[in-house]
């Protein structure tokens, strides 16, 4: 934070320099959008206790043992998406510019996990995972414009800083599962569904922003501007909240398709207070609330009645993209 706090003093005190001699100056506001493109790709984070792997498994009917037969690590960049931005500007003088950025931006869906899991030597599938995640954001973008100052093309350099004012990484999980049922003949089998949202709030950041751009000048009041423009925002999670919670399980009799007993459900309120929320840090230790073990689609924590401890993860919401956009002078 503290170079930021510098930037803004010292474009601050450039303002007023350059306003003490001129003999006026001239705000302006731009809108623009643009795509961009991820430029730093890593291996993404966990979704709970699934890797970020894309993998395809093979049951034994005989025995019940599993073997992988392809596995994938998963990697990628939440940079890649659509950004709209509305700013206000000051020109100093005809070569600098201060500006100030208001962002949004939403990413493109990765896929962060997946699992399937087929009888051996079929494509029956009796268990599927797959969790998509996608980052929404809003950031503030303080920044120095450089120009030759020329009237009608005028080619511009801008570079500044990236302070995320909120943001959110939502991460939806489908799974299902085909099991046996205990006492029952084998044509009775155990399908259950469950389908569960959850956000992922940050940890407070700053990153960086540069753009190499062209304006051209419509008339006294109106250009028109495209740039290209590489954003660097490494994030890191701070804390995680299901949402949304939703698994039935009904117990079929595969030969006749009709259920045997009443499906179980299981909803959000049913979930306890470690399993729903999630509070991340750098190191776990004897003192972390971590998982004890499991029963059926239940987690067990060292205390249900607090938040889960886990590993903080990081991702990169900066990317390589091209803006294109309208600017109005006052």
């Known amino acids: 934070m503290n170079y930021l706090k510098l930037f803004i003093a010292a474009a601050f005190l450039l303002a007023v320099t350059q306003m003490a001699h001129a003999q006026s100056g001239k705000f302006y506001m731009k809108v623009a959008g643009g795509y961009f493109f991820s430029v ?3 291996e993404f984070p966990d979704v709970g206790p699934y890797p970020p792997h894309d993998t395809h498994s093979e049951i034994n009917p005989t025995n019940g043992s599993s073997t992988v037969i392809r596995e994938k690590v998963l990697t990628g960049s939440y940079g890649e998406g659509v950004r709209g931005g509305l700013t206000f500007g ?3 003088n005809k070569n600098l510019s201060i500006e100030g950025t208001f962002n949004y931006f939403h990413s493109m869906k990765n896929l962060m996990t ?19 995640g996608h980052v929404n954001a809003i950031d503030f973008a ?40 205990p006492g029952q003949p084998a044509t009775v089998v155990a399908q259950t569904t469950i389908k569960r949202e959850e956000e992922i709030k940050p940890s407070p950041t700053i990153g960086f922003q540069g753009a190499l751009g062209v304006s051209y000048s419509i008339n006294s009041r109106f250009d028109i501007f495209l740039e290209t423009e590489y954003r660097n925002v490494p994030v890191k999670s701070k804390s995680k909240e ?9 117990i079929i009799n595969t030969s006749t398709g009709e259920e045997v007993l009443p499906e179980q459900r299981r909803g959000l309120s049913d979930l306890s207070v470690a399993e729903r929320n999630t509070d991340y840090v750098t190191t776990l230790d004897q003192n972390s609330n ?3 073990g499991s029963s059926g689609t239940t987690t067990n924590y060292k205390d249900n009645n607090k938040p889960a401890n886990d590993l903080k993860s990081y991702i990169n919401i900066g990317g390589l993209g091209l803006n294109l ?3 109005i002078k006052f």
């Open 40 to 42: 730093s790709t890593g």
């Open 290 to 292: 971590t998982p004890t």
């Open 90 to 92: 000051y020109t100093l």
């Open 325 to 327: 956009g309208l600017k």
């Open 114 to 132: 997946r699992s399937l899991a087929t009888i051996q030597g079929t494509s029956t599938v009796v268990g599927s995972i797959e969790s998509r």
């Open 242 to 250: 299901v949402t949304t919670y939703d698994e039935v399980t009904k």
């Open 142 to 181: 303080p920044s120095l414009v450089v120009s030759p100052g020329y009237e009608k093309w005028n080619p511009y350099v801008r570079f500044g800083f990236v302070v995320p004012l909120w943001g959110r990484l939502y991460i939806n999980t489908d799974a299902s599962q085909t099991s046996a049922v």
